[in-house]
């Protein structure tokens, strides 16, 4: 079954450093790839996406790019801010077939913390 | 434009009772989905409605169940709850019939159960 593994957290960066957020995806059709994000007390927010090979989605200064050949969408971000500290999700839907509507497999999320 | 509401936000219930959380998508979107989640499983797919018809269904026990109204609000149902039901139940809604993945969700109903 489709599958997606993320890296484990809680990730901890001061404001203005680097941000990689590693995903990679096991999936049965040709998926589209997606990052959630979810705010304190909020529900998920969809970030960016990607339907196909070597797309790069991008939103709020997040990129990520999808990787057939390493079966990976990793985000990033080049500078970070205390506004960004949430809970990460990566995701992928796989429209093979009439069981995915609806349906999105996710990572198990990546805690973000920035500090001033 | 309103977003996804979810009511009710918290609820307590004990072993053996049943729980109805309700979902209104936003304006005009047909697709309601519902997730699961935990500490310990993360996100999971419950089921899947559109035009008051279920298309997709998860890997949960016949305890889950929905339904879909006209109105493209929707409901779902705990029967007999577990203490391992405990979680945060999120709705998301789509406008589109296809399976974008672009998915709009709730703030939750989280449920404890004791």
């Known amino acids: 079954g489709d599958s997606v593994t993320q890296m484990e957290g809680p990730v901890t960066l001061s404001e203005e450093a680097f941000l990689t957020i590693n995903c990679t995806y096991t999936?049965?059709?040709?998926?589209?790839l997606f990052w959630y994000v979810q705010y304190p007390g909020e529900g998920l927010q969809l970030l960016l996406k990607a339907t196909k090979a070597d797309d790069k989605g991008s939103n709020k200064g997040f990129e990520a790019t999808y990787r057939k050949e390493t079966t990976s969408f990793h985000l990033e971000k080049g500078s970070v801010q205390v506004s960004d500290s949430a809970v990460y999700f990566c995701?992928?839907?796989?429209?093979?077939?009439?069981?995915?509507?609806?349906?999105?497999?996710f990572g198990q999320g990546t805690i973000l913390t920035v500090h001033p | 434009k309103a977003g996804v509401t979810q009511t009710p936000r918290y609820l307590i219930k004990t072993r053996g009772q049943q729980v109805t959380l309700s979902c209104s998508p936003i304006?005009?979107?047909?697709?309601v989905s519902w997730y699961q989640q935990t500490p310990g499983q993360g996100l999971q797919f419950l089921f899947e409605y559109f035009s008051e018809t279920q298309r997709n269904k998860g890997n949960f026990p016949g305890r889950f169940s929905g339904r879909q109204f006209s109105n493209s609000r929707s409901e779902m149902n705990v029967s007999t709850l577990e203490l391992g039901d405990s979680a945060l139940y999120l709705c998301a809604s789509s406008a589109l019939a296809a399976n974008t993945g672009e998915l709009f969700f709730g703030e939750g109903s989280r449920l404890t159960v004791l």
């Open positions: 999936a049965t059709g040709y998926p589209s």
């Open positions: 304006s005009g979107h047909r697709s």
């Open positions: 995701a992928l839907s796989d429209p093979a077939g009439g069981t995915s509507y609806g349906k999105l497999t």
